[in-house]
């Protein structure tokens, strides 16, 4: 099963479809160049934080007012602040399936910090909290996780990778980093690629898989994230 609840965020402009009883999304694709420009001008409409989206911090107390999350078109734009993990609750996804997030990172100013999705999220509000999640960091290195409550544990440690394209690496014209972050789970595997080239995977069991996914963003970080969609479904 899988809901995709991002038609809730009116300022993205989509096209939401249905097979099967699981909604997908297609998002438009703008020029990266107009997302700043648009956030700067004075005569654009007042930008929003996502209707229905939560968010929680990594470190209890950190305060709401140090992190900029807003609908953008199209998509969500992140500056934090603290890290974070952002999702819509009805964003849900079990049994087989494909998820998909592109992204967009401005000049990370030579801080290191990642960026990704996460998926299997649980209790994400209370203190079981429990989720799997799959970031990316300047440098193209790739990390996956798991979170149990206050506890995390690497499953595949930081690791380089071609595919991944950097800011510093990234084509001379491009004034962002763009990566397109793939996830499968089919069966008993999980299979994680960037840009179209699988860079790990690994076994299901003992992570968490089934539940809601979303965004997870750490620390100091510009980032625009025009799509994260689930489709059913693995290869």
Do not use: C
């Amino acid at each position: 099963m899988i809901k995709t609840r991002f038609a809730r965020m009116t300022a993205w402009p989509a096209v939401a479809t249905a097979a099967a009883g699981i909604a997908t999304l297609a998002v438009t694709t703008l020029a990266i160049a107009a997302f700043p420009a648009a956030a700067q001008d004075d005569d654009a409409p007042a930008l929003e934080f996502p209707d229905g989206w939560e968010i929680r911090f990594d470190r209890e107390g950190a305060n709401r007012d140090d992190l900029y999350l807003v609908a953008m078109p199209p998509g969500i734009h992140v500056t934090t602040g603290p890290a974070t993990i952002a999702w819509h609750p009805d964003s849900v996804a079990t049994g087989d399936f494909r998820i998909e997030s592109e992204t967009f990172l401005f000049d990370p100013e030579g801080r290191r910090e990642a960026f990704g999705f996460f998926i299997g999220g649980s209790d994400l509000q209370g203190p079981g909290q429990r989720y799997t999640y799959f970031l990316l960091r300047e440098g193209g290195e790739f990390l996956v996780k798991t979170r149990s409550g206050s506890e995390t544990s690497v499953v595949q440690d930081w690791t380089a990778h071609p595919a991944i394209v950097s800011f510093a690496t990234k084509p001379e014209e491009a004034g962002t980093a763009k990566n397109v972050l793939g996830l499968e789970a089919a069966g008993g595997e999980l299979r994680f690629s960037v840009n179209g080239e699988q860079v790990w995977s690994g076994a299901r069991e003992g992570l968490a898989t089934e539940g809601v996914f979303g965004l997870r963003v750490n620390h100091g970080l510009n980032l625009h994230v025009t799509t994260i969609m689930a489709h059913p479904g693995g290869r």
